[in-house]
């Protein structure tokens, strides 16, 4: 290794210790988080700055950046049936343009899913760091609450996952398995893991 090399090695070092007290800093001393001695120094680098871009994020709400970007949110009883489908499949596009994604909508139709969003999900404050390639995923029946819990076991969860929460918790009824009654997931704009890893490789690290 030349002195360069030791040099930009030394300066990394010390820049990725500069990031860890900020990170604990902006968490207030609960930072929860590992990076493996064995992790080369520029993907920790890496890490660290994403760490620290999102705890220095404020807190907003997608209604709110949707409305100051231009996007019209009417209220779904503005709409009839019509025209609300339209609303949100031009919704769902804006939403995934911006990073954000939608899981698990079969259960609800359109009316219902637009409703939840416009009521729900689109105005609970969540933390949108400006990272490249960051990506804010929406589950519908992300909760956790019994009720989302019974409509994953009804109508998303396969024999095995079924199997297995009846083996871990049989003292819980097993809802009956059916089929979702709208098939829109298949339709939903995903996000490419794939080229997003693809692009990553070729961005050099500064």
């Not at 956790?144 to 994953?152: K, L, M, P, Q, V």
């Amino acid at each position: 290794m030349d002195d360069t090399e030791a040099l930009e090695r030394d300066e990394r070092k010390a820049h990725i210790e500069r990031l860890k007290r900020e990170a604990e800093r902006l968490s207030g001393g609960e930072m929860l988080s590992h990076v493996s001695d064995d992790c080369p120094p520029e993907i920790a680098e890496q890490f660290w700055e994403q760490v620290v871009a999102y705890e220095e994020a404020e807190p907003i709400t997608l209604s709110d950046e949707l409305v100051k970007a231009g996007h019209e949110l009417p209220a779904p009883d503005e709409l009839d049936d019509t025209l609300l489908t339209e609303k949100l499949w031009e919704l769902i596009n804006v939403l995934a343009a911006r990073g954000t994604y939608l899981h698990s909508t079969d259960h609800l139709s359109d009316r219902e899913l637009y409703t939840h969003l416009w009521d729900e999900s689109l105005r609970e404050p969540t933390v949108m760091p400006a990272i490249p390639g960051f990506t804010y995923h929406i589950d519908i029946i992300g909760s956790g609450s019994e009720e989302d819990i019974e409509i994953y076991l009804r109508y998303y969860a396969d024999e095995d996952s079924r199997r297995r929460w009846a083996e871990r918790w049989p003292q819980d009824a097993l809802p009956p398995r059916d089929q979702p009654p709208y098939d829109r997931d298949a339709r939903l704009p995903q996000f490419d893991f794939s080229a997003a890893a693809e692009t990553d490789e070729e961005e050099p690290i500064n």
